[in-house]
T-cell receptor, first 109, second 113 residues
Framework: RKEVEQDPGPFNVPEGATVAFNCTYS??????FFWYRQDCRKEPKLLMS???SGNEDGRFTAQLNRASQYISLLIRDSKLSDSATYLC??????????FGKGTTLSVSS | IAGITQAPTSQILAAGRRMTLRCTQDMRHNAMYWYRQDLGLGLRLIHY???????GKGEVPDGYSVSRANTDDFPLTLASAVPSQTSVYFC????????????FGPGTRLTVL
């Protein structure tokens, strides 16, 4: 089992749609969780951290289920500007972050 | 400078040549990282440094070396480039170690012929 797994997509949705991305991780000792966004030919940028209680930032909601080792990202009211690749990121204690391969989202008008 | 910078932006290199990719941050972050990103493989860690004067190996360190003489700079050297090192290289930094948010530089696109 890979350490961080994501559905690669692509997810093609119309503007205004709600879309959810899922991610699973294999290391039960993982401590920190993030969603990063990467635009084409650009560097990854932090979208949001993921907390055990779940957290929301505007149209974006992140959830963590430690028992199932599962992380999700929900995007409501999708915008054209949300088109990007979304990377699920998990820490591996003592070394560095482990990145999923990303889920590609394309929002169309 | 604001944040983290990398140089060069892109480079075409003959196989067997030596190349150093530069990375500088002005955020006084303790930890720095080098990743390569390849289509279908995602971001993979090459080397990291938790603080000035220390370095460690990541997932794919072979063929690469790093140094961390001071807080701000973390150069990555390819001693003798090979075509399989063609990739996009990202440098990143974080205030502390692996549990902290990482900030990425704009990347270096390297082609080894």
């Amino acid at each position: 089992r890979k350490e961080v797994e994501q559905d690669p997509g692509p997810f093609n949705v119309p503007e205004g749609a709600t879309v959810a991305f899922n991610c699973t991780y294999s290391n039960s000792a993982s401590q920190s969780f993030f969603w990063y966004r990467q635009d084409c030919r650009k560097e990854p940028k932090l979208l949001m951290s993921v907390y055990s209680s779940g957290n929301e930032d505007g149209r974006f909601t992140a959830q963590l289920n430690r028992a199932s080792q599962y992380i999700s990202l929900l995007i409501r009211d999708s915008k054209l500007s949300d088109s990007a690749t979304y990377l699920c990121v998990v820490n591996q204690a003592g070394t560095a972050l482990i990145f999923g391969k990303g889920t590609t989202l394309s929002v169309s008008s | 400078i604001a944040g983290i910078t990398q140089a060069p932006t892109s480079q075409i290199l003959a196989a067997g040549r030596r190349m150093t990719l530069r990375c500088t941050q002005d955020m006084r972050h303790n930890a720095m990282y080098w990743y390569r990103q390849d289509l279908g493989l995602g971001l993979r860690l090459i080397h990291y440094s938790n603080t000035a004067g220390t370095t460690g190996k990541g997932e794919v360190p072979d063929g690469y070396s790093v140094s961390r003489a001071n807080t701000d700079d973390f150069p990555l050297t390819l001693a003798s480039a090979v075509p399989s090192q063609t990739s996009v290289y990202f440098c990143a930094s974080s205030m502390e170690g692996s549990t902290d948010t990482q900030y990425f530089g704009p990347g270096t696109r390297l082609t080894v012929l």
